[in-house]
């Protein structure tokens, strides 16, 4: 009678998975549970961060919002005005919104501000009244900034946040693989999460389904993240001749031409009502000439789309047009780096994907807390309860898809050599020394068979 044996019953190649499903279980696990803690600030301080704008709008409402009544008044006589109420500040930028309730932002230079403060003082645009002055951006935020894309560890932290950065990309792609379900037509614990099951299975469905869900969002934040960093972009931009530099062309460079004897510059509100033509509904942001080179350089900015809408700059002397660039001209790559600060803080369509943004952001910050709920839930009493090693033979295309993400995330790479040699030296210092002629063998003893423990 022929005996049913294990594999007659199970196909190989179901072994073979299961065998390295546990295998990136376990590459999961650690590196989610060495990422948490900086991936619980960087998503934390993120989530913070995207609605910067109205908290801060919000909070200085009474120096940026003024109700409109009858006519603007020239931005000339608003200059004038800020001048006469601070003789020894030199006004620098100038931000004329497209929004009839703001007030226009002086931005000056003052001898008495604090290092890296960017001071703005607030005009009425309807009566040329100073209605206030402080820091344009708030000092929380800047702390919340740096927190975010430093740890408060200068150049180290960086590294340290892009590094939580890459490898919440594999995290990513391990985790769909970890999802992928053998039953498509399963809704419980595919699409949707079983609250009422055991502790364990709650919090792996909340983990798995918050994930799965949010993927594409998750991976979108964490890929233009690493614009920011101080490895993968530059090595990027020398492999794609600087393709990860913003624009030149949304940068205003352009020089007025030689004035002529005794002709005096053109008004600024000319400028402005130029500028106005090409962007009628824009914020213009206005970088006022120090130089007589100097044009009337314009940005423009909507609050969505690409991060700069296009920018315009005015001969001071002919008043004519020196350049002028919308971003929907762009190249395709230049375009899609314009859009790469808008999707990280999501304010690519405005209010709803600020929404979505920060529900990202919380998420991100999920994952990690119920990835350890999981862990202590399961874990054994008295037992770290870390996952077994497998000795699962790692499929040709795993083994690719490793080595292109070591390729592609610099530092994903470098720590995955640092981990293999680290690995490598840990075994070999805790090999036991022995006798290559063991006295057993002298006298014809078999030695004796000691068991090892399963792991």
Known sequence: MRTTRYYDIIPWTTIV??????RVWRWHFWTGLLACPVLLVVALTGAMYTFRDDIEDWQQAEVRFVEPRGERQSVSEQLVAVKAAYPTWTPTRVVLSGDAKRTTLVQVERPDAPPGAIWAVSVNPYSAEVIGEGEGRSPFFAGV???????F???????????????????????????????????????????TAKPYTVWRDLHSLAGIYLLPVLALIAFTGLFFTVVWLPLFNGATNGAGNFPNRLRNTASSGKAESGKAPVAIDEAIDTARRSFPDHSLTLQLPKKSADTY??????????SVSGVIAIDRYSGAVSSETHAEDLPITELARAYVLPIHMGTIAGTPTKIVAIIACLASAGLGVTGIAMWLVRRPAGRFGFPRASAAQVPKAAVILILL????????????????????????????????FPAEAAVGLSPVSVPQEVS
């Open 297 to 306: 350089a314009f940005t423009a900015r909507n609050g969505r789309g690409p």
């Open 405 to 436: 993400l070591g390729a592609v995330l610099p530092t994903v790479g470098a720590s995955l050599v640092l981990v293999v040699l680290g690995e490598w030296l840990f075994l070999r210092l805790s090999r036991p020394k022995t006798d290559p």
């Open 17 to 22: 998975f299961e065998s390295f499903f546990r």
């Open 153 to 195: 560890a200068g150049t180290t932290g960086r590294i340290a946040v892009e590094l939580t950065t890459s490898w919440t990309l594999v995290l990513l792609v391990s985790g769909f693989f970890l999802w992928w379900p053998k039953a498509w037509n399963r809704i419980r614990g595919v699409w949707l999460p079983r609250l």
């Open 145 to 151: 900034l740096k927190l975010h894309r430093t740890l």
